[in-house]
């Protein structure tokens, strides 16, 4: 049995290639990596521009009546230099007119025909310099972002309209289980629906993947030999569900092997969760994940996202978070991480939800974190701060 | 002008009437709002059944030689009962034949031939019950609910596999301003590339709406209103940005007013944001936005997000939570709240980043949250509990 911590490593170390890239349309870039580094290819703002509506005036002569020599709205370029005894009437993103250093509030000026009079003396300029956010050149937007919506304003605003991004993972799900029915159908006696196809794929798709196929198979060796090993001609990563453990019919194991594929850890320090495998052949990524949909979900976020994350070179961690809990929790071993549904609450403190153990996904439907005994901690008291990883 | 609270409230009553909705395939649900009610079809477990791999037997005989007379599957129905002496071998998830009523597991046991005995006695039933999680007939999942992952297993596990949803708002967004020039130009003198666009739909799409038209246009009258016009034909949601404020060349409102719409405000004491329009026909939604992207960010947050929420049926709302301050921040002005952009780190406290104005777009890609400095308050001291909406 391997511990969490681990895990990652071995998992994080297992990748040696992350994902070609691909330029993609602004508008589709929410949640890609980000595959190139974004200078600006301008000063921002690019010019002298005014913040307000108002008159661009020279300072010297606030106290004046100044005449209005032209008007300039934002996109037009000036065509008169304020000069002695004049001003410009200029709007909010205007460019600033030659000869003033001054904008004043269009509410500060009282205005008789073409003259001005200031009635509201202000001491701010009301100009917006020349790159005084952004020079030209500056790194915008690092390699290896996830990207928002504030970045697509950003690559918008440095003209990267096609920016670069690493390709969505492929990954193909393999439900293995005689008892498993298609959740269409009624189940009949003994068996259950395929409820863990569905949560996989959506949560794959959630953690930035394509999720190219979704299969169901009985436990038969072979045929699952073979759907594995037709899913991983076409994908990056192949989970499977059930035949995870040691049971007469856990045929993950041998099957991984038969691929040749190395196995590099088959139970984990975790609970939910404990039999779980993982093994690599080349740049190809095999999880055996449990037949029951909480364990699943609890290997897929510890396991699956942080092996996304580093395949599509997303550099941002997945956050775990410390909070103090909200009532007493005691469990009775200790060998094992144990991972529990919470509801982080308005008053930021972790609140635990009625739980039945590994087949009660129900218990999953409301909480917007996971929360973690450490192993040989069998008290966790009302207050004591506890990893969360929010969901 | 109106507070932020009145102007949600505002929103929220302008809404007669929510989204049709429509039935989707399970895998698409993620981040779509359920439609209905959604009930359990059947007991969970729908039979008691072995949480391990191990042998089912009359918990009576556990010191006795026991004959092994079946070997039960998962998805497999027992053909025999357990009787006095016997027992059957039992996998995971497999039904518990009659007769038994407990399980032991693999590792106990020391088997020879087709006899067992068990060396490591346990009290643990390891059967989970018909019906211990959910009962046939229980509430599920009720109408509201934004949906992911563990909902899509839910809702096979009960076989609502097109589970009915509320259709996405559709929205245009129509850019406005003759400074504006697309973003894969280099702007000319006086120029800007137009941002906004890309980052509205990024925003709206992950708002839960689908964007079906971004257009950019002169500060033209006639043609905005045109422009306005046929989007309001076509969708829920009409977003303008530029022209909101009071300028020569601000349209937005008499392009409302030209469409009969009713405003219900125009300026809002928020800080970036404050011009900002809010109209309604019927059943359409009308917003004047800001020209510049960090307040039609922030706009867009406060308003657009409830406003899409409320209509999608999305009974969760958008959290706002308390998190001290890292360090002291101050403001010279009062009259509005004032929204910064913030990270919250690991420790859960609120750190400011270094923000320009409202201009200044690359201040928010860093950031995880937005915080507030409520009206009527100058300063934040180090660890005052300030609103903070995460991103």
Redesign the interface.
């Known amino acids: 049995m391997i511990n969490l911590n681990d895990a990652l490593e071995v998992i994080s170390n297992s990748v040696s290639r992350i994902m070609a890239s691909e330029r993609i349309a602004?508008?589709e870039?929410?949640g890609r990596i980000l595959a190139e580094d974004i200078f600006s290819?301008?000063n921002?703002?690019?010019?002298d521009k005014s913040?307000m509506?108002g008159y661009a005036i020279k300072r010297a002569e606030i106290d004046d009546d100044l005449r209005v020599v032209e008007?300039i709205?934002?996109?037009?370029?000036?065509e008169l230099e304020v000069v002695d005894g004049c001003c410009s009437?200029i709007?909010?993103?205007?460019?600033i007119p030659k000869g003033a250093d001054m904008v004043v509030k269009?509410e500060d000026v009282l205005r008789h025909g073409d003259f001005i009079k200031v009635v509201q003396t202000a001491s701010k300029k009301n100009i917006?310099f020349e790159g005084?956010?952004?020079k030209k050149g500056d790194l915008?937007?690092s390699k290896g972002r996830r990207l928002?919506?504030?970045?697509?304003?950003?690559?918008?605003?440095?003209?990267a309209?096609k920016p670069l991004v690493y390709k969505k993972p492929l990954v193909s799900i393999i439900s293995t289980?005689?008892?498993?029915v298609s959740?269409?159908?009624?189940?009949g006696?003994?068996?259950?629906?395929?409820?863990?196809?569905?949560?996989?794929?959506?949560?794959a798709?959630?953690s930035g993947t394509e999720?190219i196929e979704?299969t169901q198979v009985?436990?038969n060796e072979q045929r699952i030999f073979n759907m594995v090993e037709s899913a991983l001609a076409k994908s990056d990563i192949v989970v499977l569900t059930g035949g995870a453990?040691?049971?007469?019919?856990d045929f993950t194991s041998r099957i991984f092997d038969g691929l040749k594929a190395v196995t590099h850890f088959t139970r984990l320090g975790i609970q939910p969760g404990k039999p779980v495998l993982f093994a690599t052949i080349g740049n190809k990524y095999l999880f055996g994940l449990s037949?029951?949909?909480v364990s699943s979900?609890v290997q897929f976020q510890l396991l699956l996202k942080p092996l996304i994350a580093r395949l599509s070179g997303n550099k941002e961690q997945d956050?775990?978070?410390?909070?103090p809990l909200s009532e007493e929790k005691t469990r009775k071993k200790a060998e094992r991480q144990l991972f529990f549904p919470v509801i982080i609450n308005?008053?930021?403190e972790v609140q635990s939800i009625e739980y039945?153990?590994s087949?009660?996904?129900?218990s999953?439907?409301s909480?917007n974190a996971m929360a973690c005994f450490p192993i040989g901690v069998k008290i966790l008291k009302k207050g004591d701060l506890v990893d969360v990883r929010p969901?």
């Open positions: 602004l508008p870039i929410s290819d301008m921002f703002p690019s010019f913040a509506d008007f709205p934002a996109g037009k370029m000036p009437k709007m909010t993103g205007a460019m269009v917006l005084e956010d952004v915008i937007l928002n919506s504030v970045h697509a304003g950003l690559l918008a605003s440095v003209g309209v289980g005689s008892e498993l959740p269409e159908n009624f189940p006696p003994s068996q259950i629906r395929n409820s863990n196809s569905s949560q996989l794929q959506v949560l798709v959630e999720v979704a009985d436990d453990s040691v049971g007469d019919l037949g029951n949909p979900f956050r775990i978070i410390k909070l308005d008053n930021m039945h153990g087949a009660h996904l129900n999953y439907q909480a969901l």
